[in-house]
């Protein structure tokens, strides 16, 4: 448990932090050009995603709200079931964690952002929205392949995938349990309990 929330807490603050300097330093998007770390490769450009991966389901902020908070049920109920025992799910499962409540915590607009004057000219945004909070996650991370820029993401993402490739590897390499071997430990843990009573 104690790795779990430890995972979970250093990769939420590394995500929200960094979002926060990035969009410090480089303002909205649209205001600075990418500022390159590997020329044409690797950068930092700022955008707002109100979608998913890949900018899917644009706007469908009750949806991913939604979402997020039945993923994390899901997760409350696996960590307090028996992942406290494993150090790979533990950290997988903190990684997951960081990442949808970083990118949750943009969604809900608790980053006090709202759309201005300069968003309805530059792009999306519409005049009557100019004042409004905006519900959409902060991105930054610009990488290129060739010259195709990969969708801007942020340290959250980069939480959920390793997060979800994980679990996946966890899936299907995991040994299967034995049910003989199961029953036979529960029957070793309650007598070792009614010994103890």
Known sequence: MTLF???AAIGLVADLASKHLIFEELGRPGMQPPR??????????T???QGALFGIGQGQITLFVAL???ALAGIAWWVWSDVSRSVYLSTTLGLVVAGILGNLWDRVGLHHMTWTQFDADVWSCSKEAVGQPIHAVRD???VMIGDYPWPNFNIADSCLVCG???IGIYAVFAPNPNPK???EQIEEEKGGGQKEA
């Open 68 to 70: 997020s908070f039945v």
């Open 181 to 183: 071997q199961i029953a």
């Open 36 to 45: 390159w770390i590997i020329d044409g490769v690797f950068g930092f450009q």
């Open 5 to 7: 929330l430890l995972v």
């Open 164 to 166: 979800a490739i994980l």
């Open 47 to 49: 955008s707002l995603n």
């Open 140 to 142: 930054w991370i610009l």
